[in-house]
């Protein structure tokens, strides 16, 4: 139950600061190349319930990510997973 409620926690902040960003009036341009820190978003270098990285709509190949700033292994796994449609 704990961890239920942490990642609601985690996606609301997530959340919060993409609106702070965009009340800033930064352009668009700018908010485009705007990361989330790994520890935002509960980054781990490891799968969770079977969902990995490289099975994310937001993954770039080989090891990078849309949202999320830093080096991503593909294997790895965090509370902004997007499965791909």
């Avoid at 352009?27 to 935002?40: D, E, G, N, T, V």
């Amino acid at each position: 139950m704990t961890k239920a409620i942490d990642t609601q926690i985690s996606r609301r902040s997530i959340l919060k600061a993409g609106l702070a960003i965009a009340a800033a009036g930064i352009p668009l341009s700018a908010r485009a190349q705007q990361k989330i820190a790994q520890s935002m978003v509960q980054y781990q270098e490891t799968p969770k319930d079977g969902k990995e990285c490289d099975q994310c709509a937001q993954f770039i190949a080989p090891g990078s990510c849309k949202v999320v700033d830093g080096k991503i292994n593909p294997k790895g796994y965090c509370v902004a997973f997007t499965p791909k449609s």
